[in-house]
């Protein structure tokens, strides 16, 4: 299936479809949609990534601020005790303390004040106040195994002539008396050597212990909600606490760094940089899938609407095509009434134009070859015919009878431009000159009893005129218009605009009605005899030489004459036979 659709696609590509109008209004759609979508898309990310980094960062400071806090009350509590232990021993009125255990009445009354004190003190986070002396003797709770102090590295390496407060950090308090009880609870140590030399307890230690139970949670739950990496120094390098996982430091890790102001520690929060920004990683992910579905349903949109867009003009080109195969009655279904329904609608309009006027030409050719088969039968053997008038005229000649002879003369001019096929246009001269020939024969038929008047210069004689037109027009006056040849002709022939020439016959004969006038000219298979047959005739070849916009026109009043209206292009006469439009 994969590789059909590649097939198919490499061979739209290489066959030029993609120029096609459906192609490019894909590209336009998608363009115009996926242009604002991925610009929201990005400004949203942007704005999102940038809030949610910071707030994560402010997160974090506030964290470990809060971690500084906890952490400063613990060590400001113990440093308060020690502190107040220690002016508690530099006082002289307690110079009964001893470094061994009370002998004397004093010695003991004077310890369990001192122990009460440092009961006084006692919090519910304290794990331990102990007064440890040079001798290995202790005040405080009798729950210490002194010689397990030395467990605690930061106690066994703690320098002798320390002098000050000395923090000994987080470690497990497994110097107690037995295994059970508050054994292996993380605590937080701190250790003051007491320094008097007029004092019993010159050489003694203060150790404090304080329950860091709470303060290591804090710091799990701040490793686990930050996935970072927590690292807590003292001033001198130290390491005081440091998060269980393992963790490489890089130049791109966000870190968060606190110093505490009692004891000078530094509080280091370090997160690596992929972790810093996850969030905004996930969020750029789901817009990136969100543009990714956004795009192919965009696409799926802009192919479908693309191609039921351009499937009317695929329609359409079909059509056309099957009109240049010859198929005419191929028609557009009319689906709307927008542009392509408009374009439907002219579609239509012109094929049924062409389909008329191919109708029109075929009739006009089909009427050419009836008239050219009537004119082969009308040039059967017509020297037979020329060569009987002219044997009559010779007979009429030696007889005397010279009207016979002229009529025969006149008639043998007539049927000779007649009969004479070989051209359909002739020259407006050559049948102005039969219509005389024909006049000449009427008028040895009727006598002086009509009259005929031509007006037509003589630069208009060189223009053609269907052979064979004018004659049938001059025969219905004679034989329908006037009585016994009586009456007046007159022939105007005009230039009129568009270079077209205007023919006016008249007559003042009987005229015909308006029935008879409008029959006259239409095409009546009934029709018999020879009563307006030459009219329409005559009407049909200018119509099939010039054009359906030419022909006659006929104007009559019922016993005030006729008037017969022609109008045609100007054409002359081609050196080579051909006519040539002026």
């Avoid at 994969?2 to 459906?22: A, D, H, T």
């Avoid at 002539?161 to 508050?182: E, P, R, V």
């Amino acid at each position: 299936m994969n590789v059909q659709w590649i097939r198919q696609l490499n061979k739209r590509i290489f066959s030029g479809s993609y120029r096609s109008i459906r192609t490019k209004l894909l590209f336009c759609f998608l363009i115009v949609t996926l242009i604002p979508l991925l610009s929201l898309g990005a400004l949203s990310y942007y704005q999102s990534a940038k809030i949610i980094n910071s707030q994560f960062g402010k997160y974090g400071e506030n964290a470990v601020a809060q971690l500084e806090q906890q952490t400063s009350s613990s060590l400001s509590r113990m440093k308060q005790m020690s502190e107040t232990i220690y002016s508690y021993l530099l006082d002289p009125a307690h110079a009964d303390l001893r470094n061994q255990a009370p002998v004397s009445y004093s010695e003991i009354i004077e310890k369990n004040d001192f122990e009460a004190l440092l009961k006084s003190l006692r919090t519910d986070l304290t794990a331990g106040i102990y007064i440890i002396t040079p001798s290995g003797y202790y005040y405080g709770e009798n729950n210490l195994n002194v010689d397990k102090l030395k467990n605690i590295p930061e106690w066994k390496t703690k320098p002798a002539s320390y002098k000050g407060i000395y923090w000994l950090g987080f470690y497990m308090q497994n110097h107690a008396m037995s295994s059970s009880g508050d054994s292996n609870l993380p605590v937080l140590g701190l250790a003051v050597p007491i320094h008097n030399s007029n004092g019993t307890q010159n050489g003694s230690t203060i150790l404090i212990e304080e329950n860091a139970q709470e303060l290591i949670h804090m710091f799990k739950l701040f490793e686990t909600d930050t996935k970072s990496h927590l690292t807590i120094k003292a001033s001198d390098g130290r390491i005081v606490y440091e998060s269980a996982s393992t963790f490489t430091k890089k130049d791109s890790d966000i870190t968060w760094i606190r110093t505490l102001a009692v004891n000078q520690w530094t509080i280091e929060a370090r997160l690596p940089a992929k972790a810093f920004y996850l969030s905004s990683g996930i969020i750029r992910s789901n817009t990136i899938v969100v543009a990714v579905i956004s795009c192919l349903l965009a696409f799926g949109l802009a192919y479908l609407f693309s191609s039921r867009f351009t499937a009317r003009i695929r329609t359409l080109k079909d059509s056309m095509k099957k009109v240049s195969f010859g198929k005419l009655d191929t028609r557009m279904p009319i689906e709307g009434k927008d542009e392509l329904g408009s374009l439907d609608m002219s579609f239509n309009r012109m094929v049924s134009g062409v389909q008329s006027l191919v109708q029109e030409v075929e009739q006009s050719e089909r009427l050419k070859k009836e008239a050219e088969l009537k004119a082969f039968h009308y040039q059967i053997n017509p020297h037979l015919l020329f060569n009987t008038l002219n044997s009559i005229q010779w007979k009429a000649r030696l007889e005397g009878a010279d009207d016979i002879r002229q009529m025969l003369y006149h008639l043998t001019m007539v049927l000779e431009g007649n009969l004479d096929i070989s051209q359909e246009l002739i020259t407006l001269g050559r049948e102005l000159r039969m219509i005389e020939h024909f006049l000449k024969i009427q008028e040895i038929r009727y006598g002086n009893v009509f009259s005929y008047e031509l007006n037509c210069e003589d630069s208009l004689k060189q223009y053609l005129i269907p052979r064979m037109t004018l004659q049938p027009l001059f025969e219905n006056i004679f034989f329908h218009g006037f009585t016994d040849g009586i009456g007046v002709i007159k022939l105007d022939i005009t230039v009129v605009e568009r270079n077209e020439l205007l023919l006016i016959l008249r007559d003042n004969g009987a005229g015909m009605t308006e029935e008879k006038r409008e029959r006259l000219l239409l095409p009546d298979p009934k029709r018999r005899g020879r009563g307006g047959l030459g009219v329409q005739n005559a009407d049909q070849k200018f119509k099939l030489h010039f054009g359906s916009q030419y022909g006659l026109t006929v104007h009559s009043t019922k016993g005030e004459g006729t008037a017969i209206v022609i109008h045609w292009p100007k054409e002359e006469e081609h050196p080579d036979g051909y006519s040539k439009e002026n």
